[in-house]
C-alpha cells in the first residue's frame, strides 16, 4: 500500500486524475473500473478538465462499474448509471456500448452472469475506488466472508441512510444492490483509492493500521493488493498511524 498525503482533498483529486491519466497515455483502450458516490466527482471533474485542456484523450477507454442498485433504471437520477453518463462518459464521449454496468432494472440473474463473462475475460488495468462508512467497498457490506464475483447484496440500513441525503427520503433507497465481488477488485493491476472527511476515519484506520484482515470491515481486504495507491488529506491522515506495510509520501 503507498498513502499519499496531500495539502487537500482537491490536491489529492488532481493527482489520482494524473496517475489515471498516465496509465491510460500508455494504454488508450484501458478499461477503467469506476466507482461512484461524492468522493470520485472531482477526480472525475479533473479528468474531464484535463482532456478539454488537450492534455489527454480518454475517448477510447472502456468501463467497468463496481456497482448498481437493483430497481432503479439508468434514466434515474440516483442510478449509477446515470452518475457516470454526467460526470464521466457523456464529456468524455465514451460510447455505452463500452461501457459495463448492472442493468438495475433488468433480471438481477442475467445482470450478474452478464457481467461475470465480461469481468472474467477482461482485467481491469485501474480500479478507481473509495469506501462508505462501515468501510465497504463497491457494495460489499460487512460480513463473514469476501465475495469473489459480481453478486446480489441487501443493503445494510447503516449504508441506505448514509447515501439518503441524495435520495428524497430514505424509503426511496433501495433495498438491494449487484456489486463486484472483492475477488474482482483485488484483480484489477492498479488500485486508485481516495477518501475524504471524518466519517470515513474509522474505516481508514482499519485499512492503514496494524490490524486484522477482516470481511467484517471489508476494506481491509485492500492491505493485500500488490498496487494500491490511497490518497488522503493531511487532516483526515494526521488521526491515522499507518502500519509498518505502507509506504507514505507527502505530495509536494
Ligand atoms: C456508495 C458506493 C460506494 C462508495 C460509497 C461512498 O455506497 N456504492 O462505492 O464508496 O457510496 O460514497 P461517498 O463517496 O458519497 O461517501
Do not use: W
Not at 28 to 49: F, S
Not at 76 to 98: H, Q, T, W
Amino acid at each position: 500500500m503507498h498513502l499519499i498525503i496531500t495539502d487537500s482533498y482537491q490536491q489529492s483529486a488532481v493527482l489520482a486524475a494524473r496517475q489515471t491519466a498516465d496509465i491510460v497515455k500508455r494504454n488508450p483502450t484501458a478499461l477503467l473500473g469506476m466507482a461512484t458516490g461524492t468522493t470520485p466527482i472531482p477526480l472525475y471533474e479533473e479528468l474531464c478538465r484535463m482532456q478539454s485542456r488537450g492534455e489527454i484523450d480518454l475517448s477510447g477507454i472502456s468501463t467497468i462499474n463496481l456497482d448498481e442498485y437493483v430497481g432503479l433504471a439508468g434514466d434515474d437520477e440516483n442510478s449509477y448509471l446515470y452518475f457516470m453518463r454526467k460526470y464521466f462518459l457523456d464529456p468524455l464521449g465514451i460510447p455505452l456500448s463500452r461501457v459495463y454496468i448492472p442493468n438495475g432494472v433488468a433480471n438481477p440473474a442475467a445482470e450478474i452472469a452478464r457481467m461475470n463473462d465480461f469481468a472474467d475475460q477482461h482485467p481491469i488495468d485501474v480500479q478507481i475506488l473509495s469506501v462508505g462508512e462501515n468501510g465497504h467497498i463497491g457494495f460489499n457490506e460487512p460480513g463473514d466472508v469476501f465475495y469473489d464475483k459480481f453478486h446480489l447484496v441487501k443493503l445494510t440500513e447503516s449504508t441506505r441512510q448514509a447515501n439518503s441525503r441524495l435520495f428524497q427520503d430514505i424509503s426511496q433507497v433501495p433495498a438491494r444492490a449487484i456489486t463486484m465481488g472483492i475477488g474482482g477488485i483485488m484483480r484489477a493491476r492498479k488500485i486508485v483509492f481516495l477518501a475524504n472527511g471524518e466519517k470515513k476515519l474509522a474505516a481508514m484506520k482499519a485499512m492503514l493500521e496494524e490490524g486484522d484482515v477482516t470481511p467484517k470491515n471489508q476494506g481491509t481486504i485492500l492491505k493485500f493488493h500488490q498496487d494500491c495507491t490511497i490518497y488522503l488529506d493531511k487532516e483526515l491522515a494526521a488521526s491515522i498511524q499507518p502500519a509498518r506495510h505502507v509506504q507514505v509520501t507527502y505530495a509536494k
